[in-house]
């Protein structure tokens, strides 16, 4: 009796062990991921200090802006990337019988909610904003919130039109992967280094340019010799995020339509 | 002894099972024509305000550059994925009594999905030749590259199955994988050339295995390691490939008598 219950205590201990040294496990890869990326750009604006009139503490206000929103989605809009699992396994019927709109079930999938890499991206805002010497004023603080809400919605359209696409064709992990890995790819630099078609593209097309280019360039007071918007622009990230978020929305819906018709 | 037979079945079969995957395949010469492109415009910037490193010129940088993706086309595929797989759902329980060489068994799984990669070199390789000039150096120097080159695979391929046995412990190291991958293309080479990286940390970087993967290769192929260091390198690297074949044995003996199916 006494060894059944030993047996049963050593059990859960060693889950909640397991459980806690994933979640170390994948904390420490957020860190990784994104200390990598800075630790490649401090290399690289060491041996060439200046791109386009930016140097490195710019550029790590540019990531970290980008960090923010990326952060954000991942805290509280990740769940969506299980869309293709759900359908795969046939599991995503379960949501469109019950009465309450299924994006909004998906989403609220209980899981873990510790948001470190939400502390993690304030953290590196906070120290990257003193760094480049941007004033927190109260501009400063009203705005960069809404941005980063911003920057978080255009990641939820990235990751919602990609689990859409689920509904079509089945496997899509790869290709929501190498979308993010593009986006902390063509966002880490200012955009203005690229031909005047990829900046318009990542301006108005996919808009990850409002993620972080454009309100850095408000913050740092920097011009933008590419497209000569004028820097105000960069406020409207809360707006393009809703509205990108809006179109995404869309095809998720004509997606869930599909997906109904087919009978799957 | 061993016939050579069912291992080629296995390769084979490999191959067959990732070519069905034409999305991703799609998606994996896409990102790659994307990400020169972005190379091109970031080294492009960067060199024509800056001061460059004596004996690294743009078109060298743009080699380096692009040849590291070409390669990571390769070596990026885990070929020991399929290890952490089958302990997963317990069938490599199945698999130690079968009368092959479990070892050699995923070893050729890995070679036949890295075979298909390497086919994808060929369009990848041209659609870059369209946005970039890569230089071709004299036929000696292409033919030590791929010495190193192959070198290189080894010492990737015993690095990922070290990682990936020690799924026979702890089940749960897709993070550690993770962690270990993104450290290592960082410390490799394959980002930035490690000659960038200052002072002692450059001393280290070098001194590491994972300069053995990507570095050596392509530092001998742009001709930053001359001729009269070829022997030198090629023997560090080789050394590094009969260190961890060595570690690979080691874990493998223990894992396979520590067998621990993780039930449904």
New interface residues.
């Given amino acids: 009796m006494l060894a059944t219950y030993l047996q049963y205590w050593r059990i859960n201990f060693l889950t909640f062990l397991?459980y806690r040294?994933?979640f170390v496990?994948?904390f420490?890869?957020t860190i990784?991921?994104h200390a990598?990326a800075i630790?490649?750009l401090f290399?690289?604006m060491?041996?060439?200090?200046?791109?386009?009139t930016w140097d490195f503490r710019q550029m790590l206000f540019l990531y970290a802006l980008w960090m923010m929103g990326h952060e954000i989605h991942n805290a509280f809009f990740f769940n969506v990337i299980n869309v293709p699992e759900f359908v795969r396994e046939g599991r995503f019927d379960r949501f469109l019988v019950r009465p309450l709109d299924a994006l909004f079930q998906v989403l609220t999938v209980p899981q873990q909610l510790f948001p470190d890499g939400l502390i993690l991206a304030a953290i590196t805002l906070t120290v990257a904003t003193k760094i480049a010497g941007v004033t927190v004023d109260a501009r400063y603080l009203i705005f960069v919130p809404l941005i980063a809400i911003g920057g978080a919605l255009i990641d939820f359209g990235i990751s919602l039109a990609i689990a859409a696409v689920s509904f079509w064709?089945i496997?899509?992990d790869?290709?929501r992967w190498?979308v993010i890995?593009?986006e902390q790819?063509?966002t880490r630099?200012p955009i203005s280094?690229?031909?005047r078609g990829?900046q318009v593209v990542l301006a108005f097309v996919l808009p990850f340019a409002f993620m972080n280019y454009f309100p850095a360039t408000y913050f740092l007071q920097k011009a933008d010799p590419g497209l000569h918007l004028n820097p105000s622009v960069g406020l409207l990230t809360p707006l393009v995020g809703l509205a990108w978020f809006g179109i995404a929305y869309v095809i998720w819906r004509i997606g869930v339509q599909h997906y109904q018709g087919t009978g799957s | 002894m061993l016939s050579a037979v069912p291992y080629v079945e296995f390769a084979k079969k490999a191959f067959a099972r990732e070519a069905t995957y034409r999305m991703e395949v799609f998606t994996e010469v896409a990102s790659l024509v994307l990400r020169v492109y972005l190379l091109r415009c970031l080294w492009t910037a960067l060199y024509a305000q800056n001061a460059a490193p004596l004996n690294l010129p743009l078109h060298s940088m743009i080699t380096y550059a692009t040849i590291a993706l070409l390669m990571s086309l390769i070596l990026e595929v885990d070929g020991t994925r399929l290890i952490r797989e089958k302990i997963r759902d317990g069938s490599i329980a199945t698999d130690l009594m079968k009368p092959i060489s479990v070892p050699l068994y995923f070893f050729s799984d890995g070679f036949g999905n890295t075979v298909l990669h390497a086919v994808l070199v060929i369009p990848s390789l041209l659609f870059a030749l369209l946005l970039v000039h890569i230089d071709i150096p004299p036929p000696t120097t292409l033919a030590i590259f791929a010495l190193s080159f192959a070198i290189g695979y080894f010492v990737n391929f015993f690095l990922n199955f070290v990682m990936n046995s020690i799924a026979f412990w702890t089940l749960e190291t897709f993070a550690v994988q993770l962690i270990v991958r993104w450290v290592s293309d960082l410390l490799s080479g394959q980002i930035i050339p490690l000659t960038f990286v200052p002072g002692i940390f450059g001393r280290i970087v070098f001194a590491l295995p994972f300069a053995a993967i990507y570095s050596t290769p392509l530092l001998i192929y742009v001709g930053i390691i001359p001729p009269s260091q070829w022997m030198n390198a090629l023997i560090a690297q080789v050394l590094w490939l009969a260190g961890f074949g060595a570690i690979s044995y080691v874990v493998w003996r223990a894992a396979s008598r520590h067998v621990v199916v993780q039930g449904g």
């Fill in positions: 397991e040294a994933n496990m994948w420490v890869f990784v991921y990598t630790a490649a290399v690289t060491r041996q060439f200090p200046t791109m386009n064709f496997r899509v790869t290709l190498v890995s593009l790819d063509f630099y280094i690229y031909s990829v």
